[in-house]
Structures are given as C-alpha cells and as structure tokens.
C-alpha cells in the first residue's frame, strides 16, 4: 500500500507587512451627538472616540479591502500570485455567498487561492492571523493575506447609544509567510458562547425580510461586555505572554481592539505594563472599525514611528460571540 505524500512543514512563520485604509469621510463627535441627546464631552469621557472615518456611498467595503491589501502586497514584496490564501475577517460584507474573500483575491491578482470568510467580529484578524501562521508552517501556502475589513456605518442606528456612535469603516491587512525564527506566537482563543446575545444585532434578516423588523443594526450591553473584556480578556492576554515565554516589559507595544479607551486603558493597567511599551490608541481618531482595528492600530504604530520593526506587540482581539484571540507578533 501507498504512502499518502504531504506537505513539507515549515518551522515559523511571521508578518511580512501591513496595508491599511480608512473610511474616506471624518465624522465629528458634534455630528453624531444630537440623536443621542450626547455631547462631544460626553462620548470623549466614555468612549475615548474624538472622531470615527467613515466610508461615503462611494467607497465600498471591497474598495477598503483591495487598497488595504495591494499596500501589504506591495511593502511585502512578493507577487500576488504567491498567495496561496486569502482570509477576510468582517461581519459587514453585503452578501451571505459567495464569500468576499474569493471577490478580493481575483481583485489583488491571487489568482486561484483558498478563500473564505471569517466571521468572529472584533477577533476575526486575530483568528485569521492564527489560521494564516498554521497554514504557512504546515507548507499548505506560502504566503497568507491576511484582511479585516469592515464598513459598520451600514449597520448603525443614529439613535443608539449602546454602540452606533462609535463604530467606523476602514480595512487593515497583512501577508504572513515563511521565516527562518519564530514571528508569530501560539494563539490563546476561544469564545464564551455565554454571552453571545451581549454584543449583536438587534434582529435577524429574515424578520426584516418578512416585514417584522426595520433594517437590523448592532447594539450592545456595554457594562456587561466591558466587565468581561477588561478582567476575562487580562487573563487571556498573561496566558499569550505565557504562551510565547515573555513578560510584559518584553513588548514594544499592545495592540488591543479599538472597542474604547477605558477598556484599552484598563487592560493596560491590569497587565502592569511598563512605560516602554507602547498602547495603541488608534480609536481616538478611527472609531471602532470590528475586524480592522488590530491592523489599522498596529499600522498606525510603525508609520508613525512609535515603534520600530522587530519589537514584539502583543494583540488581543475580541468582540461579538463573544469570541477572542491574542498572540504575541514580531512588528513587521
């Protein structure tokens, strides 16, 4: 009998380069703040958010996606049709099937690679970023474009409170490939299906399909979701530097999703970072873009140049489900 052949494995993996693309329209706090019977001052203490970018009806999720991935492909220098997988994070994608990913990868020019959608919201890049790092080290592919990508403005109610006002649209993206040290740590994930009605939306869209339910929106149970993501989501964080054999003074940066800056100031609290390490705040002028605010911070963070390329970021992602994933991330 025959030996099945397989793919030569690979020892590690890690980020080749980020791309990034944000809503083409600033919204102010003034504009939002009338519907909620709010303030500038109000969401600036609860949220952290000065502005969000949002997108016009111009510029699609697709459009967000491509520019964000042509930016990675490009700082990467490898060919598109290298790629061998392309994983696309969004809750936000206008159609069921067939899948954004496999549009997206005839649009980069990754012709005939693997392609599919991830749907685990705010920990979707994250979780992608933990597939792409499987993929690469099993031999499966080469190299993985890796994308969060969101346009959550399609998806708002101007009178919520709980979440609308501070959701943006934007996309990041990233190429994972092989390397010869380890860029890319063991991922802690998972999802607390416990609560999974506490971020959402407020209605299906066969009720809104059979006239029950105007156009469903996200909403969330905000004390509720920020108790379980500043203690529950410190534990996960120790359990990545854990998992990768570091301590908190190792990091050049923590990168967490951009859900608000008292969750993100609290996390950081609770890790007892040191004032070396830098703490992505990208949400001040993003907004909370789900899938695309890891990358978009990180970006950020290195166009900037709050940290260099080689330092380690710790990011931690989570959201809806309630799902989460963190891994410890050599900077590109």
């Known amino acids: 009998m025959k030996t099945l052949k397989q793919s030569q494995p690979i020892q ?9 693309a ?7 706090n003034q504009e939002i703040a009338g519907p909620i019977d709010s303030s500038d001052e109000w969401i600036q203490q609860r949220t952290g958010v000065i502005t969000r970018t949002r997108s016009s009806k111009d510029q699609s999720l697709m459009d967000l996606a491509t ?5 990675a492909i490009k700082k990467a220098g490898i060919n598109p049709e290298q790629i061998g997988a392309v994983i696309l994070a969004t809750i936000s994608f206008p ?14 020019g990754a012709h005939d690679a693997a392609a599919y959608d991830i749907s685990a919201a705010c920990a979707g890049y994250c979780y992608g970023i933990a597939q792409a790092d499987a993929m690469v080290r099993a031999g499966v592919s080469e190299y993985v474009l890796v994308v969060g990508a969101e346009r959550l403005s399609d998806f708002i109610s101007p009178s919520d409170r709980s979440i609308s006002f501070l959701l943006g649209d934007g996309a990041g993206a990233a ?10 740590s063991k991922t802690v994930w998972g999802a607390d299906g416990s609560h999974w009605d506490k971020v959402g939306m407020t209605d299906s869209i066969l009720d809104f399909r059979d006239g029950k339910v105007p156009w469903p929106t996200l909403v969330q149970e905000g004390q509720s979701v920020f108790r379980w993501a500043v203690w529950e989501m410190a534990k996960v964080a120790k359990e990545a530097l854990d998992a990768a054999g570091l301590e908190a003074e190792d990091l050049s940066a923590l990168v967490p999703h951009q859900a608000n800056m008292r969750i993100i100031d609290e996390l950081a609290k609770q890790l007892k970072l040191p004032e070396s390490v830098v703490v992505a705040k990208d949400i ?8 695309a605010s890891i990358p978009l911070a990180m970006h950020r963070l290195l166009t900037e140049g709050q940290v260099q390329s080689g330092g380690y970021a710790l990011e931690i992602g989570f959201g809806a489900g309630l799902a989460y994933a963190a891994q410890v991330v050599e900077l590109p």
């Open 175 to 184: 190429i994972v490939g092989p390397s010869d040290h380890p860029g890319i």
């Open 12 to 20: 590690h993996s890690r980020i080749y380069a980020l791309g990034a």
């Open 95 to 108: 159609y069921q099937t067939p899948s954004g990913a496999s549009l997206l990868s005839e649009l980069v």
């Open 67 to 71: 520019t964000a991935s042509n930016e």
């Open 22 to 28: 944000r809503g083409d329209t600033i919204v102010t």
């Open 284 to 291: 001040a002028e993003t907004g909370n873009t789900s899938a």
